[in-house]
C-alpha cells in the first residue's frame, strides 16, 4: 500500500479482536451517514462485541456501547499507547 506519494506504508491493525482492546478506531455507520470515533475498552468473545468508548457519543448518551465492528467501514486509527507504538495506516473493513 502507498501513501499516494509513492512512500510504502505497512497498515497496522490488532492481530485479534481480544488484542483490539485499547485501540483508538474511526466507524462509520452508512446507515446513519455518521463516523463516529472512540478507544475498545473490552471484547466479549461469546457475543463478539467490542465495547467502545465513543469520543463524539449522542446526546444524553453515557458514550460508552457494545458494537459489532462488523455493522459498519471500520478504520483501526492508533494501537495503544506503548514505548515504540507506531501511528496508523488504514486498515478498512467493509460490511
Given amino acids: 500500500m502507498t501513501d499516494g506519494r509513492g512512500t510504502f506504508r505497512v497498515a497496522l491493525a490488532p492481530a485479534s ?7 483508538y478506531l474511526s466507524l462509520y ?4 451517514q455518521k463516523e463516529f470515533k472512540g478507544i475498545v475498552q ?4 461469546d ?3 467490542h465495547t467502545v468508548r465513543w469520543d463524539n ?3 444524553g448518551s453515557d458514550g460508552v456501547t457494545e458494537v459489532d465492528l462488523s455493522e459498519g467501514e471500520l478504520t483501526w486509527l492508533k494501537p495503544p499507547e506503548k514505548a515504540g507504538a507506531r501511528e ?3 486498515h478498512r473493513l467493509h460490511s
Fill in 42 to 45: 473490552r471484547y466479549d468473545a
Fill in 29 to 32: 455507520w452508512p446507515a446513519m
Fill in 17 to 23: 479482536p481480544l488484542e483490539s482492546v485499547g485501540w
Fill in 57 to 59: 457519543a449522542p446526546r
Fill in 88 to 90: 496508523f495506516v488504514n
Fill in 47 to 49: 457475543s463478539k462485541h
